[in-house]
């Protein structure tokens, strides 16, 4: 059975960010960074842990060609995905993730 995917508000609000700033100044490949969070979702439903740890309960997953990463946790028991962190890694350091 497919993984579940839950985004936190904040995450919510880094994935919108993201994608009105890769529509309005990457306008010959607006769509990109939208199919890429698609690829990276259908992976982690297929595959929860195939992300890299970051730390003991996140893990990570690039999105290879606008160069932004996806912060999850795997919550095996209610096997749900929540996203808690959308970060381009042109700002160097991960996001706080508390």
Known sequence: MSARISIVPEARRQLR?????????????RDLFRQEIRIAAEQ????????????RRVRTVLLRKTRYQLFYAYVGSINT????????????EAPPLG
């Open 81 to 92: 995905i929540v996203i808690v962190a959308v970060w381009s890694t042109s700002r160097g």
């Open 17 to 29: 960010a993201a994608a009105a700033w890769w529509a309005e100044y990457r306008p010959a490949a």
């Open 44 to 55: 982690l439903r297929a595959a929860p842990l195939s992300g890299i740890r970051h730390n």
